[in-house]
């Protein structure tokens, strides 16, 4: 073979593969694009690669191509937990650990991700957490404000800032995170949650961060735009704009998943409190547009449909419609073979009602759902 598959490490990111050049490629073109470990293009297929000089000068460097989505390779719900993972890791490990371009190129992989398969990225975190609690809720948080940076039509270049702040505006302080996850906080962290968007700033800073767009987002993810917000008590404009997506889908995420305390309120709530009691808080034009977008039933809702089957909603059409759902469990409450696709229009599986999952449900492949 010209170009074989090198080892992997766990920051393998989704579309791009390691390879090594062959010195059989000398005197001939490129097969593929090559791309740098961040994504760069170094060299386009059909590159005449004309003699020994130029292939070193090329081969010397780490080099990646792309992997085709539809390859047995290629496994987008497994590559999410991979790199999940990776990253959970490395915000939980020392702060000498931290670099401004892996952190970068782990939000790169997760716009990625999204790029192949939107509906999965948005639901499969609700029924299956792909990471801990902490980090799970920050990634489900990434998904939404990319969707939402998409129809406000960001450039590619300010959706990567927003999706690398999502993912690290609260790893300053991971343990508190994790106690207000568990419904274990108390008066006295109170002082240190106003702080921890300041000292995850401060965090990225001394890791070599410089983009003021990803630092502002961490910064003022917590501002609301009537000034009542920390923890600089900024309001409307002085808010970033990328900082107010953060805003409404860091809120929206909290209340549409579950915690350990409490099962997930659901999205119809969820709206019906931005609209109400947090109107002056949140901006009003991208939560219209994330109900819009996402309606009262996201991918990753459960539901009862009129046959009794348990289903869940795997994607949407235009206009926040639910277009595609699939049945997991039948009347009876037994595990399908294989997941049933429904058509949602019809009146024998139209949506009953949400139901929250069962610890007393078999085990279910969730994957299987988005079908992979």
């Known amino acids: 073979m010209i170009l074989r598959p090198v080892l992997v490490s766990c920051v393998e990111l989704i579309l791009l593969r390691p390879i090594q050049l062959d010195p059989a490629l000398i005197g001939q073109t490129l097969p593929c694009d090559l791309y740098s470990e961040s994504g760069v293009l170094l060299a386009g297929a059909g590159m005449l690669l004309s003699d020994a000089t130029q292939f070193e000068r090329l081969a010397a460097r780490p080099l990646f191509q792309q992997a085709a989505p539809g390859s047995d390779s290629f496994q987008p ?4 937990h991979d790199i999940a993972a990776h990253t959970a890791k490395l915000l939980a490990g020392p702060e000498s650990g931290l670099s401004e371009e892996e952190l970068r190129l782990l939000a790169r992989a997760f716009v990625a991700l999204f790029r192949v398969d939107p509906n999965a990225c948005l639901g499969y975190p609700r029924v299956a957490p792909v990471a801990p609690p902490w980090l799970n809720h920050s990634l489900h948080a990434l998904f939404v404000s990319i969707m939402l940076a998409d129809h406000l039509e960001f450039s590619e270049a300010q959706i990567e800032s927003l ?3 999502a993912m690290t505006m609260n ?5 508190l995170h994790e106690r207000i996850h568990e419904g274990l906080f ?3 962290d109170w002082t240190q949650l106003r702080r921890h968007p300041t000292d995850a700033t401060n965090l990225l800073a001394r890791a070599g961060v410089t983009d003021m767009d990803w630092l502002n987002s961490v910064q003022q993810h917590h501002e609301n735009m009537d000034g009542s917000g920390y923890p600089a008590n900024l309001s409307g404009a002085q808010i970033s704009l990328a900082a107010r997506v953060l805003h409404v889908a860091d809120v929206y995420c909290s209340k549409i998943c ?4 409490r099962p997930p309120k659901s999205p119809r709530l969820a709206f019906k409190t931005f609209f109400g009691t947090e109107r002056t808080q949140i901006d009003m034009q991208i939560a219209s547009l994330l109900l819009r977008r996402i309606g009262l039933l996201p991918p990753g809702t459960l539901v009862r449909l009129s046959n009794r089957e348990t289903a869940c909603i795997t994607g949407l059409g235009r206009n926040g419609l639910v277009l595609f759902a699939h049945s ?11 997941p049933r696709e429904r058509n949602l229009a019809s009146r024998a599986y139209a949506i009953r009602y949400p139901v ?3 610890p007393v449900w078999p085990k279910i492949n969730w994957p299987m759902l988005w079908g992979y």
């Open 77 to 80: 719900l497994q590559r999410l």
């Open 163 to 165: 999706a690398a702040a």
């Open 171 to 175: 790893m300053s302080d991971i343990a």
């Open 356 to 358: 929250d999952a069962d």
């Open 258 to 261: 579950a915690r350990t305390y």
């Open 186 to 188: 108390a008066s006295s």
């Open 328 to 338: 997991f469990l039948d009347a009876r409450g037994n595990a399908l073979e294989s």
